[in-house]
């Protein structure tokens, strides 16, 4: 059979040990039920899957289900959702700001913390006050120069604090006594005060507090006779609005004389009130509902019904429509991991409801291809170019599981007659081959048997794929056809062939039972290398093994479910 070891310089991973003595120089780590010599690669909130080593080594591809935020606006004249403003991928807070051109987006990660500038422009984002991973509740001054926000210190005080939308240091305006909160920062017309909620430790109410930036004096503008919350400034700049016992939203001047109730006849559950640019209206805000008044008339009108997650409106630009809905949703991604940096270099950006899988690389070119599927359960092939991040559509339908071989020469992948994968009769699938330099169809393998995910073998002749029954090893017996040659009996998944090593030849890496196997390939006899992992792919030498964990965590790495390990095999012990 191709592809026999050579005796004395290749060795069956049977006979590691006697392999070592021969070659002093390597060391093959004996499997043991404790992942030694582990490198983790990715430590972050996301579920990854299916990673791809590049060529060179350098970038490690996969892809990673995430949490999206898109954030849509509405005209005041229409019920209706009138647009999509931002597509976020992170779960935000509630509490958002709006610069005053509309051109950024300041947000706090649930996943993350800190506080996150966001371009409405390139879609960018970038950290704000890194010192500050408690930061919330931004609040944009009325120029678009400085943001103001609320801070939890490593002494456990809340602080008000501004900082420069340019990512300068920033700087703590107010703090508060132990046991004492702060909220809800918000901007006078003229950018020299901040008002804010106040809630002292030896009182049960909140009072609404004004800053002076210029002199650092404070004033309590309410009484300590009922809580007040949310305090919004109207433009003219002698009025601010708040929400009185979470229940009603009330009118009161900046000097602290006789306020004003504007709610409705009935009560609402925590209202948050946001003036119109004008201020001829407000619009109250709860969990369910968004209200506008037009403080002429005291008319109300119901004005959305939230069907997202709520959001604190803010209001375009152009004084027309406001951020009213913030519609959360998970997806797929492909993100591009610089192994020698430790940073993220690429993502790609799915259309809204798309999902991007399964990455594969070219080995001689910087781009690679991924399955990008959608809500209809359709899926096509895509080419990333990782120098501009441009998407080519490759044109190849209802496909997935795509593998390139290691010459650049063929396209493998598993296709089917409908939309969907399904695995009734009535539903065709086959594996295809496509020709990469001009993207032909050179043949297709037809069975009963379900294949997927398979994997090219180093020369470039073979192919491994996987079955419900077992592993299969297809191979070229004449041009552009391919045989059954061998197969291996068990119930394995996400097979991987590993690259040609001068040393020890190469190995079928795949999972059964949430442990992931080496397989020879001349006697099918299986070395478990990894515990709890799957999805394994080599690194361009074959030394080294990433792959997914599939532990459910422990006291020293509790969130290790999901994220990508890279495990060695092989090292040289003469370096």
């Known amino acids: 059979m191709s592809g026999t070891r050579q005796i004395g310089s290749c060795i069956l991973i049977s006979f590691a ?55 849509l606006f509405n005209e005041i004249s229409s019920e209706q959702q009138s647009g999509l403003i931002a597509r976020i991928h992170d779960k935000i807070d509630a509490r958002i700001a709006l610069s005053p051109d509309g051109q950024y987006i300041v947000y706090r990660s649930k996943y993350y913390g800190h506080l996150w500038l966001y371009s409405t422009l390139d879609e960018s984002v970038n950290i704000l006050a890194a010192e500050d991973s408690s930061a919330a509740e931004p609040a944009f001054s009325p120029d678009g120069s400085s943001l103001a926000y609320i801070n939890h210190n490593s002494d456990s005080l809340y602080q008000l604090k501004t900082i420069s939308t340019e990512g300068h240091s920033s700087t703590t305006r107010f703090t508060a006594q132990k046991g004492e909160l702060l909220g809800w920062p918000c901007w006078s017309p003229d950018g020299q005060s901040i008002a804010f909620s106040y809630q002292r430790h030896d009182s049960a109410h909140s009072r609404i507090v004004i800053f002076s930036i210029n002199t650092t004096d404070t004033t309590v503008i309410t009484p300590d006779v009922f ?74 009108i119901n004005f959305y019904q939230n069907i997202g997650c709520p959001i604190y409106p803010q209001w375009l630009p152009d004084g027309n429509a406001l951020i009213i809905q913030n519609n959360q949703r998970s997806t797929h991604v492909i993100q591009v991991f610089d192994l020698s940096t430790d940073q993220l270099v690429a993502e790609s950006r799915p259309f809204s409801n798309a999902m991007d899988t399964n990455p594969a690389w070219f080995y001689h070119r910087e781009s690679l291809i991924f399955q990008r599927g959608s809500t209809d359960l359709s899926s096509y092939l895509v080419q990333f170019m990782l120098s501009d ?62 294949f997927s995910q ?9 192919f491994v794929c996987r079955s419900d029954y077992g592993l299969h090893i297809f191979e070229k017996d004449y041009p552009d056809h391919y045989k059954q040659a061998a197969y291996i009996s068990g119930r394995f998944e996400n097979p991987a062939w590993s690259p040609e090593n001068p040393v020890y030849g190469s190995y079928i890496a795949a999972c059964q039972e949430n442990d992931i196997y080496l397989l020879n390939t001349d006697s099918y006899e299986k070395k478990r290398v990894i515990v709890n992992g799957r999805d394994p792919c080599w690194s361009p030498d074959g030394t080294q093994i990433a792959y997914v964990s599939t532990s459910v965590g422990s006291d020293e790495n509790p969130s290790a479910y999901g994220q990508i390990f890279i495990k060695t095999l092989i090292y040289d012990l003469s370096e």
């Open 389 to 450: 991040h441009r998407l080519l559509d490759l044109n190849i339908q209802n496909a997935y599981d795509a593998a390139i071989s290691l010459d650049d020469s063929s396209l493998l992948c598993v296709q089917s007659s409908r939309a969907y994968r399904s695995y009734d009769l009535t539903n065709t699938c086959y594996l295809s081959l496509y020709k990469l330099n001009t993207m032909e169809l050179s043949f297709i393998v037809q069975s009963d048997t379900l």
């Open 17 to 71: 040990w006697l392999w070592i003595e021969c070659n002093p120089e390597f060391h093959l780590f004996e499997p043991v039920p404790v992942q030694t010599n582990v490198r983790q690669v990715t430590q972050d909130p996301w579920k990854h899957e299916s990673p791809a080593w590049s060529t060179v080594g350098e970038y490690l591809a996969f892809s990673t289900t995430i949490e999206v935020s898109e954030l």
């Open 227 to 300: 809580s007040a919350q949310s305090p919004a400034w109207s433009p003219s700049g002698d009025h601010i609005a708040f929400c009185k016992n979470q229940q009603e939203i009330v009118l009161i001047p900046v000097d602290g004389s006789e306020w004003m109730p504007l709610n409705p006849t009935f009560k609402l559950d925590h209202p948050k009130p946001c003036w119109s640019m004008d201020g001829a209206y407000l619009v109250i805000s709860t969990e369910q509902m968004h209200y506008l008044i037009t403080l002429a008339t005291d008319a109300y």
């Open 454 to 462: 398979p994997s090219w073998a180093p020369d470039s002749k073979r």
